[in-house]
């Protein structure tokens, strides 16, 4: 064993981390061999994130599907047999009043066996079983696994199914009476228990103490051949590389024991002491071991397993006990302990360090919020389920994957429904008007833009608002107005339709009638930001939508409306972070990639304008508003800014999106008064340049512009834009001077 690192701790370390603070040592550098196929010099080596190009591209149901996780070879259990069994001596207690026995003193060691100097209990902690017992008459044991807080753990093998092996489990200390309680226990609630992600239960068999002769209960599992997270994190950070796993790979663990801790709670259990130590990745699967602290739901009575560093805060194990909420801290805090470095044990066992001291929770932002609701200090204030937890989690995945790949994992949300940016385009788009597209929308069709919390269907009322989305909000809120007995759905749908109408006090008030028939429920925040945006409170927004944030980090629509609050107050680059995140997801909400363009642009990037836009899907109802954004992008800003490239960019992006109408005629006219103002500002393109179809010269870019307004002339069908647009041929067409 190591000392501890942590400055004034003073623990040892074993299996990786200090058996006092928790914390894990930090690795002695050592030198790297040199690779036989070393990179190429400015090419860095992969960086360790989980990838869809490393390695296999065989990706087994981890994650969902979406995540390569390093499978874990099987391991023959003939290797897994301890040569020298023991307990640690500061791992030994009384069973019956809790007080150290069995430690060294004077130079002597401790006795594994004896009696209790405070209160008499006999102990002992010597493993009951040896190599060669046959346990019940069919199960040959073959030596000690290893040895946990309730029992000893021996391998052995059935002769009655097919020599399988078996994992048989006893108790650590034969004389603890609460130990041969829970044993009892986990048998019971084992013999309940039928799910992939939780160790199966085979039999319950008893077997005579050589010693005394006593029978002892063993409870027969089946032999998972693996590693435990513990040991993984460990092997990594012993091996010298990063601090803690992939992101990505942490979550596809979690979503497994979500899945497993969601069984049990739907049986109405308790697991109370999740941590790495308890579960185990054999090839690529998990498994949820040890069950010996699981209790019912409603159980008042049975002494409560816990470990600090995952363990919830001691108050509240005292008021409330052991809960959903709790479960359900362990799983968030065995994430933060898998992901970073950092003294979950003594400086932050119940909170989450600063991003600046672990660089992953800066990284990946909704991680981060994610975590700091899952650990919350209030119970109140974290996941409510299990099922909750992982869907958010699921949301949280799509955006590390996507961030870690470079290409979007969308997925459906639960919760909310599409963008409507469309709508809002479409005028812009048909006018073929690129400022009209880069513009900021104005409060009310920002708040007419953000995706809508979908209807409950079980709302009495689901069934007729569907049909109503399409009406105008001041007729939408006279018809719901008229509704005698207003159901929570119709309630918000009045509230949006007043805010959309203007009439933020109005749904204010709607608002208060809602959050008393649904005290607590997240959709009163979420209309609240939408009449702060409404309002053009910016500020009131960007508190309600942050908010939000932390409680819904795997939704693009928080994220969403947080962007277009920082935005309308003067905050763009903080706006843009998470309108990237939003875009390098999902890119069906095309309104982040107009209004990155539009960030960009107003810093003169209109190269990384172009850039955003055109990653628009070709199959997008709104890729042609894109291009058309990109083209006047490509030519926006003053003539001395632009080059022969970005007019020639600009012509030959509009000639392949060419369309017959007067858009493109007008579109193609902005084009060439571009280049013509840089002519005449003193450009030069080089010999023989075309633009549209003509020289690049004053003389071809004059005659071009004549041609296009006489065409836009015949298309219009008003006299007075008739003779407007004739005007302007004429004043383009080329001059003579004959």
Request: hydrophobic residues 40%; charged residues 25%; neutral net charge.
């Amino acid at each position: 064993m190591n000392q501890c690192t942590d400055p004034g701790c003073g623990g040892a370390v074993e299996d990786g981390f200090c058996s006092v603070c928790g914390l894990a040592p930090v690795p002695t550098p050592t030198p790297s061999p040199t690779p036989s196929h070393p990179s190429p010099r400015g090419v860095s080596a992969p960086s360790g994130r989980v990838s869809r190009r490393s390695g296999s591209s065989r990706r087994g149901m981890l994650g969902l599907g979406m995540v390569q996780v390093p499978p874990v070879p099987y391991r023959d259990p003939a290797t897994a047999v301890m040569s020298d069994p023991a307990v640690a001596e500061r791992n030994r207690y009384c069973g019956g009043c809790g007080e150290k026995v069995g430690r060294s003193r004077g130079g002597r060691p401790g006795r594994t066996e004896g009696y209790c100097p405070g209160c008499g209990t006999e102990y002992s902690f010597v493993p009951k079983l040896r190599k060669g017992d046959l346990v019940a008459g069919q199960y040959e044991v073959l030596g000690c696994l290893a040895h946990g807080g309730l029992g000893w753990i021996y391998l052995a093998r059935d002769h009655n199914v097919s020599d399988r092996w078996v994992v048989l489990k006893g108790l650590l200390n034969s004389g603890d009476a609460e130990a041969h309680k829970t044993a009892a226990a986990e048998r019971s609630f084992l013999a309940e228990v039928e799910h992939p992600n939780i160790v199966k239960i085979y039999n319950f068999v008893q077997y005579p103490d050589p010693r005394t002769g006593v029978p002892a209960g063993h409870i027969v599992m089946e032999y998972v051949g693996g590693k435990s997270l513990r040991d993984l994190i460990a092997d990594r950070r012993r091996s010298g590389r990063d601090a803690g796993l992939p992101v990505a790979q942490v979550i596809a663990y979690a979503l497994e024991v979500l899945r497993a801790l969601g069984y049990l709670h739907g049986k109405g259990l308790l697991y109370c002491d999740f941590k790495p130590d308890n579960v185990i990745q054999s090839e690529e699967q998990i498994k949820l071991l040890d069950l010996g602290g699981v209790r019912r739901a409603e159980d008042a009575l049975t002494p409560v397993y816990t470990t600090p560093g995952y363990r919830v805060p001691e108050r509240e194990l005292r008021e409330l006990g052991p809960t959903v909420s709790s479960d359900l801290y362990t799983v968030g805090r065995t994430m933060a302990v898998l992901s970073f470095r950092f003294s979950f044990g003594k400086r932050y066992p119940h909170s989450l360090p600063d991003p600046a001291e672990a660089p992953v929770l800066a990284e990946y932002e909704s991680y981060r919020r994610f975590l700091e609701r899952a650990t919350h200090i209030e119970p109140d204030a974290r996941f409510h389920d299990a099922a909750d937890m992982s869907e958010q989690l699921t949301g949280v995945l799509r955006e590390v994957l996507s961030k870690d790949e470079g290409e979007p994992h969308p997925g459906p949300s639960a919760l909310f429904g599409p963008e409507r940016f469309l709508a809002h385009a479409a005028g812009a788009a048909a006018s073929a008007d690129p400022d009209l597209l880069l513009r900021r929308p104005d409060p009310a069709e920002t708040v007419a833009i953000l995706p809508t919390p979908l209807v409950d269907p079980v709302d009495p009322a689901a069934g007729l608002l569907g049909g109503l989305s399409a009406v105008r909000p001041e007729e939408l809120a006279a018809t719901l107005r008229a509704a005698p007995s207003p159901s929570p759905e119709t309630r918000l749908m009045l509230a949006r339709a007043l805010i959309l109408a203007g009439r933020g006090d109005e749904a204010g008030t709607v608002l208060e009638g809602f959050a008393a028939q649904m005290p607590g429920d997240w959709r009163t925040y979420w209309y609240l930001a939408l009449k702060a945006l409404g309002d053009g409170d910016a500020d009131g927004a960007r508190e309600r939508f942050d908010e939000l944030y932390g409680h819904l980090p795997g939704e693009a629509a928080p994220k969403l409306g947080l962007a277009a609050a920082l935005e309308a107050g003067g905050r763009p680059e903080e706006a843009e972070e998470r309108l990237e995140a939003v875009w390098r997801t999902d890119r069906s909400y095309v309104s982040a990639a107009f209004a990155l363009a539009r960030i960009r642009l107003g810093r003169g990037e209109r190269g990384a304008a172009v850039e955003v836009l055109d990653t628009v899907p070709e199959l997008s109802s709104l890729h042609v508003a894109a291009q058309t954004a990109a083209v006047g992008a490509q030519v926006r800003g003053r003539p001395a800014d632009l080059s022969a490239a970005d007019l020639g960019a600009a012509g030959a992006r509009l000639e392949r999106a060419a369309g017959q109408g007067a858009a493109t005629l007008r579109l193609r006219a902005r084009v060439l008064e571009a280049a013509l103002e840089w002519v005449l500002g003193g450009g030069a393109p080089p010999p023989g340049t075309e633009l549209l179809g003509a020289p690049m010269d004053e003389e071809g870019l004059r005659g071009n512009l004549e041609r296009t307004f006489r065409a836009l002339a015949r298309t219009a069908l008003d006299p007075d834009r008739r003779r407007a647009f004739v005007d302007r041929a004429n004043a383009r067409r080329v001059r003579t001077w004959t």
